[in-house]
Nanobody, 119 residues
Framework: QVQPVESGGGSVQAGGSLRLSCVASRVTYCRYDMTWYRQAPGKEREFVSGIVSDGSISYADSVKGRFTISQDNAKNTVYLQMNSLKTEDTAMYYC?????????????WGQGTQVTVSS
């Protein structure tokens, strides 16, 4: 399963928490950059958080201090722990995998997992 598969979305009240997971198969001779994006209805898809192959991590300003990205290489899984959720975090969350092998980069998107935060 090369295409990332997201899970963990759901409905939660403001202030609550969710943990999203993204699973995608990997091969040892390539490197991987993993990123979470989200898209709210009527809005463009936006960057949320990313972790690259050297371990560097980045966050959108809107989620800093509330979201934490991590990965378990043994499980080929990237997580997004989301705490102190706000209604404006409501969106479809997508996992993007960039696989860089000797023949160049390839991009894979998951189908998304819905996060709904109510007041």
């Amino acid at each position: 399963q090369v295409q990332p598969v997201e899970s963990g979305g759901g409905s939660v009240q403001a202030g609550g928490s969710l943990r999203l997971s993204c699973v995608a198969s990997r091969v040892t001779y390539c490197r991987y950059d993993m990123t979470w994006y989200r898209q709210a209805p009527g809005k463009e898809r936006e960057f949320v958080s990313g972790i690259v192959s050297d371990g560097s991590i980045s966050y959108a300003d809107s989620v800093k201090g509330r979201f934490t990205i991590s990965q378990d290489n043994a499980k080929n899984t990237v997580y997004l722990q989301m705490n102190s959720l706000k209604t404006e975090d409501t969106a479809m969350y997508y996992c993007k995998m960039v696989r860089v092998c000797a023949d160049g980069p390839r991009y894979f998107w998951g189908q998304g997992t819905q996060v709904t935060v109510s007041s």
